[in-house]
């Protein structure tokens, strides 16, 4: 659905009441100039004092309501807003369950942030003084007819501004347009530099590479400045026109008016009201040209909004799943990959079955596709031609619930959240059982290092954990997949910052397990490889070795682990 339908239609009912209130908030805006006219005409002149009094009580109730017409129609915005706000996240978020993995990698943290910096635009716009000032455009109007009828005389002058300021917004919006894209493309690559200098900090001040990083971003701002400088010129050319049209319209339209008395064909009455009505015309008309620069702006922020609509994205099958089916052969057959845009294949011709239960290692060297394989088993990557089968399923066909529940995955790049370390470890299961949890902690020794820690469990390992070392981070990675009901468990180089000892644990875990899950690592260690029960070795997106462990290790120069 397109982005600006999305906001009507959630918002049709809402956008009707405003249009209500704000016709209603514009007639009472008009008892202020009747009165004043009456004032000066009637009981001024006729020292009308009983005329004066009831004059004045009609007017206060008339003030009265529109205050509280007023206040209905600021709490009805903020409604709008919290609406918008809403339903464009779910958009966002909707996006990120639905895309294909390949998708939500490959655009950056920046990019991701955006989306969110167009949402909060749009609700400012959709559901904020803007759409308000638009829904009282129409009073113009109902001014115009009053002005023509209470004085005639300024009636053309006070038409020949609307026309002037009507069109100085649409050429501000012309030529405004112009820059506000390549600005707002210039700002994005600017946060993006910006973003990346404080994400990786740590890394860039390791390394002594700051004044790289630095230069970067002063280069994509000054770029940033040329365009925000050259939009700045025509939106405040456009914005000082109309603050000096604003005070030569009244004054026109009041020398205009002063002849017309002189002629006693306008009353003094009339004149002030007119200059009230033209006033408070002229205002709106005004504002409209800051609106009209942020017209871009807004088409800008709807369009990229448009690129994450998912009723675009293709829908998969909740086909269901139970252990026996997680535990079927996985099949491929004949599987190519390769990345958007790259002719360069990952993976080619691969056709292997992985299933039942076991201990399956992957063995290659840098760049040979064991990562890519891991990523296609859980789903995250679909093949560029050939398929995969769960038993007789096809896997692009199953749910991501479903999958997320039966396997779980430690990738090569492992992220600590912020937060305790309870909370990491049962990320996966947050209502799992204290003593599964320890249970599966003691196994790695890792229970020992937590009570060692003053806080225990619940010690807050920061940003990214960097209170942890990388071994520890590493073995909350692992002990967070194994914690919870996965029968396949997929693990990519696992023990890159794991010591002898804890390579051990985790090889003596897999054997202990093996019966009932399917382990399926990618590893260079000669611990974990020492106990697989299958070994595939992989060289340039191919499959060139593939059997049991006891066969395929002394191929490698490594012997069986004896269990016994």
Not at 142 to 154: C, H, P, Q
Not at 321 to 336: I, Y
Not at 527 to 555: F, H
């Amino acid at each position: 659905m397109n982005i600006y339908r999305k906001i009507i239609s959630h918002n049709k009912k809402n956008y009707i009441r405003l249009s209500f209130y704000s016709f209603f908030i514009g007639i009472l805006g008009l008892a202020a100039p009747i009165f004043i006219m009456q004032v000066y005409d009637r009981v001024i002149f006729y020292s009308g004092t009983d005329t004066l009094v009831s004059l004045t009580v009609g007017v206060i109730i008339a003030l009265a309501f529109d205050f509280i017409i007023r206040q209905a129609r600021s709490g009805l915005l903020q409604n709008v807003s919290s609406r918008i706000d809403r339903n464009l996240n779910n958009v966002i978020f909707e996006y990120f369950e639905k895309a294909p993995f390949e998708e939500i990698e490959i655009k950056s943290e920046q990019h991701w942030k955006s989306y969110f910096s167009d949402v909060e635009f749009l609700r400012n716009i959709f559901g904020g003084p803007t759409i308000g000032l638009i829904f009282e455009l129409p009073f113009l109007c109902i001014a115009m007819l009053l002005v023509y009828l209470i004085a005639e005389a300024v009636f053309i002058f006070f038409l020949a501004a609307v026309i002037f300021f009507a069109s100085a917004a649409w050429l501000s919006n012309m030529f405004l347009g112009r820059y506000q894209k390549r600005e707002q493309e210039s700002l994005f690559l600017a946060r993006q530099a910006l973003n990346q200098l404080i994400a990786h900090r740590s890394t860039i001040k390791a390394i002594g590479v700051e004044d790289v990083f630095v230069k970067k971003w002063l280069s994509e701002h000054s770029e940033l400045k040329r365009f925000s400088i050259n939009r700045g010129k025509v939106g405040d050319f456009f914005l000082n026109l109309s603050a000096v049209s604003t005070p030569s319209t009244t004054i026109l339209i009041t020398v205009a008016g002063a002849v017309a008395v002189i002629d006693q064909s306008l009353s003094i009455g009339a004149l002030v009201a007119a200059n009230m009505l033209v006033g408070r015309t002229i205002g709106p008309l005004q504002q409209l040209i800051n609106v009209t620069n942020l017209i871009s702006r807004v088409r800008y922020s709807a369009g990229r909004l448009q690129d994450v609509e998912p009723s675009s994205l293709e829908k998969k099958a909740n086909r269901l799943l139970d252990e026996a089916v997680v535990l079927e052969n996985m099949q491929f057959n004949d599987v190519e990959f390769h990345f958007k845009g790259d002719v360069n294949k990952v993976l080619g011709g691969v056709n292997i079955s992985l299933g039942g239960v076991g201990y399956t290692c992957v063995v290659g060297k840098n760049g040979s596709g064991k990562s890519t394989l891991l990523k296609m088993c859980m789903g995250l990557y679909q093949p560029t031609s050939g398929e995969i089968f769960l038993g007789d399923i096809n896997l692009k066909n199953i749910s991501r619930d479903y999958i997320d529940e039966y396997f779980s995955f430690v990738p090569q790049d492992n992220i600590i959240f912020n937060g305790s370390i309870r909370f990491n470890l049962s990320l996966r299961d947050p209502n799992v059982a204290e003593k599964d949890l320890v249970g599966v902690c003691r196994e790695f020794g890792f229970h020992d290092e937590v009570q060692k820690i003053e806080q225990g469990y619940e010690f807050q390992v920061g940003e990214g954990g960097y209170r942890l070392s990388p071994g520890q981070r590493q073995k909350i990675a692992i002990i967070r997949s194994l914690i919870g009901p996965s029968k396949v468990i997929i693990m990519d180089e696992p023990t890159s910052n794991l010591d002898r000892q804890s390579e051990v644990l985790l090889r003596d875990y897999f054997l202990n397990k093996s019966h009932d899950k399917h382990m399926i690592i990618a590893t260079h260690s000669p611990y974990i490889l020492s106990g697989a029960s299958r070994l595939i070795i992989i060289d340039d997106g191919r499959v060139v070795l593939d059997g049991p462990g006891t066969e395929m290790l002394p191929k490698i120069g490594l012997s069986p682990f004896n269990v016994d």
